[in-house]
């Protein structure tokens, strides 16, 4: 019996292990991003906030953002592309798909390198 209590705590462990750089897919409040606007804060917060973000872009935009937060405050999906703060910019990038009027977290510090206005190519945008 102990060691099927053991394995079974071991899964979620190993599920969060895997899940540690992809972002969430709950529902986030836009905070202070303009309408209109795909916003990235570099701090964790929770409802109203006055931190600025570290990106405000209304275009598809490059470059990179210290990101822990993301609201898409657009009235289309965004195909956001981002690497690992420990990794400098030299690990493995990924990319998500943020439906519009949604955003979540990162469950550890990201640069987010790239946003894009999504192509709809018939799958779903989380």
Known sequence: MRLRTIALAAIPAAFLGVMAS??????WAP????????????E???????????LATETEWSGSALGHIFYNNTSQDVTMTYVVVADEGQGPTYT???????????????????????????SPCW
């Open 22 to 27: 992809a972002p969430s897919a709950s529902a």
């Open 31 to 42: 905070g202070n991003c303009p309408t209109g606007s795909f916003c990235v804060w570099p």
């Open 44 to 54: 964790w917060w929770y409802g109203d906030t006055d931190v600025p973000p570290s």
């Open 96 to 122: 998500a798909c943020v439906s519009k009027g949604s955003g979540s977290y990162f469950t550890q510090p990201m640069h987010v390198t790239d946003v894009a206005w999504r192509e709809d190519d018939g």
